[in-house]
């Protein structure tokens, strides 16, 4: 047979090109073909379809977010929207030891920390600065507890 009156899954070049763009043709090309060895089949067969595998593992980590994982997501933005982004202050737990302080234009935030320890609330602790009653700057510590939406639901002396 000369050039012209090959089938076309008799052309090796062809049935490389469709193996790696269209390999379900590409395929079918290859087992077709008369002057590629059983060996090579197999080998290009075993390879495609261990690619093939792994583009359809990829698409399932990429999937959409189911509902729980929307929900965790969208509890962790309700906790850190509870803080100031510049000294990591509980903005509501703040403002509450200010109103209760004998003199609240003393309040220095110090540092505050907080754990997710039953379901839908956080326990939140501040340690903060001011001035008592008698003059003196004193380190002080508040704790509470507060829903994921921001609600206080109990001051823990």
């Known amino acids: 047979m ?5 089938k076309w899954y008799d052309k090796t070049w062809l049935v490389v090109l469709l193996c790696i ?4 043709v590409g395929l079918y090309a290859l087992w077709q073909n008369s002057s590629i ?16 595998i792994g583009f359809m593992q990829d698409t399932e980590g990429t999937a959409p977010a189911t509902p729980k994982t929307e929900r965790v997501l969208s509890d962790r933005e309700k906790i850190s929207n509870q803080f100031n982004g510049m000294d ?4 509501k737990f703040e403002q509450l030891i200010k109103a209760n302080m004998n003199d609240a ?3 220095e935030h110090v540092e505050t920390s907080y754990i997710s320890d039953k379901p839908n609330s956080i326990f939140v602790t501040t ?14 510590q508040k704790s509470a507890r507060f829903s994921y939406d921001g609600d206080l639901l109990e001051i823990i002396e």
Request: charged residues 15%; proline residues 2%.
């Open 2 to 6: 000369n050039g012209s009156q090959l």
């Open 21 to 24: 763009f269209f390999f379900p």
């Open 37 to 52: 060895r059983r060996g090579w089949k197999i080998v290009v067969t075993i390879l495609i379809g261990f690619t093939f």
């Open 88 to 91: 990591n202050s509980h903005i």
């Open 105 to 107: 234009d003393s309040y």
């Open 127 to 140: 340690k903060f600065r001011g001035t008592n009653a008698f003059g003196a700057k004193v380190i002080n």
